[in-house]
């Protein structure tokens, strides 16, 4: 399969789960457990994208510097901080590792 079909497809199931949500919406019935977990599972997903994301480069592990980045990141949304704040400490604890111990 060629890209351009890949991202026809991809862009065709977007598109149909978009309009799913209102189509959907009064006809489907979830309890509330199941509505909990659906959420939860939300949560779990994003984290081990967020955690793939910070520990690897590529097919590799990431240098140390990142991750480290990211828990600053994780600490200052922690304690609620403003999103660009929390953009530029993970930015800049990043960056200022790397700068700092460069071989």
Request: hydrophobic fraction near 55%; charged fraction near 10%.
């Amino acid at each position: 399969m060629n890209s351009a079909t890949v991202l026809a497809l991809l862009a065709a199931g977007t598109y149909a789960l978009r309009l799913a949500g209102p189509i959907f919406h009064r006809r489907l019935q979830l309890s509330e457990r199941t509505t909990r977990l659906l959420g939860a599972l939300a949560t779990v997903l994003l984290a081990a994208l967020a955690a793939t994301a910070a520990l690897t480069q590529g097919h590799h592990l990431a240098d140390w510097e990142r991750p480290a980045g990211v828990l600053v990141g994780v600490t200052l949304a922690a304690r609620r901080m403003p999103l660009p704040v929390v953009v530029i400490g993970t930015a800049a604890t990043t960056a200022l590792l790397r700068l700092l111990f460069v071989p």
